[in-house]
Every structure is written in structure tokens, then in C-alpha cells.
């Protein structure tokens, strides 16, 4: 678990204008760890956590006027069902909010990426982190029998 730098990048809904983005991050030899693609319209919004973000900052700087910064907190997950809704319902339990959220692609039985926008980072990592810790038992007291004398 760890906060990342993830960019929105603001794309024209045109052929190309995609290809032009992740292909100048592939030339740098950046490697995107888990993106998000939404459209509104004429315009969508690319959502990337990448490898190396001080790379990333200065390809997108050259490849494309239109993108932000911001602060994402990013966890491995298995890749079962539940494991989303696990933490979501963790963080529900103790009111953070969600603003939105995504997953990378994983392979069948093997982990993927969570990536969270949220509105208190450091409350979602207090929440998780102990959520992560195991629970104590209690030790079970044995009775001894001692054979009769």
C-alpha cells in the first residue's frame, strides 16, 4: 500500500489522440501500472499510475497540454471477487469517501492493482493498515492429567 502520483490526462475524442499519449510514455520506456479511461462526450479523461512519475511528468510536458496531478493511494489486491469490495467496505465502515476508483488488469489467480482516489489519504492508510493486521488469539489454556499414583 502506498500513495502515487496519478495523472488525468484531458483527451479530444479523435483517432490517434490516445495512441499519441501512451505511445510517447512507451518510448520513454515508462511502464503504466493501472489506467482508467472515461469519455464525456467530445473529450475523455485518461487516468494513469505509472513506474516512474518524474519520467512521466516530463513526456507528458513534451506529448500533451491538458493534464493534472494528484495523489491516489494504490494497494495490491488478489484478484478474487471481493477483494475490491473488501476495502471499500473497510473504508466505508469508517467514512471515507470514495471518489472514484479503478483496478489494472490481472491474471486469473495472481494479484492486480487497486488504485483509490480519496478524500482523507492518511485516514485510508490508518483504516487498511490495521485492518491488515492479523487479530490475536487468545492462548487456550490446557489442562494437564497426571496419571494416578
Not at 81 to 94: I, N, T, Y
Request: net charge positive; aromatic share 6%; charged share 25%.
Amino acid at each position: 500500500m502506498q500513495v502515487q502520483t496519478q495523472f488525468s490526462i484531458f483527451l479530444i475524442n479523435k483517432p490517434g489522440v490516445l495512441a499519441s499519449v501512451t505511445s510517447a510514455l512507451a518510448k520513454a520506456k515508462i511502464n503504466i501500472i493501472a489506467l482508467a479511461l472515461m469519455d464525456s462526450g467530445e473529450h475523455g479523461t485518461l487516468r494513469i499510475v505509472c513506474d516512474d512519475p518524474e519520467k512521466a511528468r516530463k513526456v507528458l510536458g513534451r506529448a500533451h497540454d491538458r493534464w493534472t496531478e494528484s495523489d491516489v493511494l494504490v494497494l495490491e489486491l488478489e484478484n478474487k471477487p471481493g477483494a475490491f469490495s473488501g476495502v471499500s467496505e473497510r473504508l466505508a465502515a469508517e467514512h471515507v469517501n470514495i471518489s472514484y476508483a479503478y483496478c489494472s488488469g490481472g491474471a486469473p489467480g495472481g494479484r492486480t492493482t487497486g488504485v483509490f482516489k480519496l478524500a482523507d489519504l492518511k485516514k485510508s492508510m490508518r483504516v487498511l493498515k490495521a485492518a491488515r493486521k492479523p487479530k490475536r488469539q487468545k492462548a487456550q489454556r490446557t489442562v494437564k492429567k497426571y496419571p494416578k499414583v
